[in-house]
């Protein structure tokens, strides 16, 4: 890559390695962020992703490898690339007994804001990220959601060039999970780079403008969503069974004449398996019809970003 090229990126790694013991967390992985970017590192539990980032935000030292953040090299400038990110990890650092108003003055005169310029800060943070109305409540008195943006909040008394966001919206419900969508996406529009590690599929997809897929630590797709989905090449069959206690004769099945493995969806009676032609994917439904098993309805179409997920990792959800 051209000087000015890495100049644009907001992360530049290569060959990011990590072991622990016998297990290589990171194992190799190149990475290219560009700056006011938001970029997914989707992979299943135990993939790497938070160990990729800790190394990125200088918590953990890498065993080799080489990379730049915000133009400062990770190994012989960690002070510099501190200076530049913020980070917010799985579950909230935060002073339960205090309230919200509290946390974040306390965390802006840690940061050297002086009293009213403290006060200030916490208020514009609180107005933001619509916590004005909880600002005198205890943290401990908050909604998952509420912790979730006020430890959001935390992190950028001083605005990053970069954010790290480890599994921001984990165990949120889904209302939380898109108010918090909200303020990721408000973030990027003002100019900050934002990496984050989810376990959500549609998180991913809803939020990152690229995503890269990790598995075993080692880095097994990149791309845009459209891009991940475009590269399994195939239509996927789509199958609901009106008898739910046939679904595991269906997919045998499925997964004979189509040649590939099939994804059990968690709701209900509902398969989803590749289909490399529109003839293929009719011989397999004539053959669960001649096999007396009832369709209470198909469709054919392009993969969802969970289905490329199964087709590359050939696991579900992670």
Avoid at 15 to 44: C, N, Q, S
Avoid at 45 to 57: D, S
Avoid at 114 to 143: C, I
């Amino acid at each position: 890559m051209s000087a000015n090229g890495s100049h644009n990126l907001a992360i530049h790694a290569r060959g990011l390695a990590k072991r622990f013991g016998d297990l290589r967390a990171v194992d190799g992985i190149d990475l290219d962020v560009p700056r006011g970017m938001i970029y997914a590192i989707l992979g299943p539990n135990g993939a790497g992703k938070t160990t990729l980032m800790r190394m990125l935000a200088t918590l953990a030292h890498p065993d080799a490898g080489t990379a730049s953040v915000m133009g400062h090299d990770l190994a012989s400038q960690p002070q510099r690339v501190r200076g530049e990110i913020a980070m917010t990890g799985q579950f909230a650092s935060l002073d339960e007994d205090l309230t919200g108003r509290e946390n974040l003055v306390m965390l802006a005169r840690l940061w050297g804001f002086r009293g009213r310029g403290a006060r200030e800060r916490a208020d514009h943070l609180l107005a933001a990220f619509e916590l004005t109305d909880a600002a005198v409540k205890q943290v401990k008195d908050y909604s998952g959601g509420m912790r979730r943006r006020l430890d959001i909040a935390a992190s950028l008394i001083v605005t990053p060039g970069v954010l790290f966001l480890d599994e921001p919206t984990t165990g949120l419900d889904p209302v939380a999970r898109k108010s918090v969508w909200r303020m990721i996406r408000a973030l990027a529009g003002s100019g900050v780079t934002v990496l984050l590690t989810t376990q959500y599929l549609d998180e991913a997809d809803q939020l990152a403008a690229r995503i890269a897929v990790i598995d075993h630590g080692r880095k097994i797709a990149e791309g845009t969503s459209r891009e991940l989905k475009a590269a399994t090449g195939s239509g996927f069959l789509h199958v609901a069974l009106v008898d739910p206690t046939r679904l595991e004769e269906a997919a045998t099945l499925l997964e004979s004449k189509l040649g590939a493995a099939v994804q059990r969806s968690a709701e209900g009676a509902t398969l989803a398996v590749i289909a490399r032609t529109t003839r293929d994917a009719n011989l397999a439904l004539a053959a669960l019809l001649d096999a007396g098993i009832e369709l209470a309805d198909f469709s054919m179409g392009s993969p969802s970003l969970d289905e490329v997920f199964f087709s590359l990792t050939g696991k579900g959800q992670a």
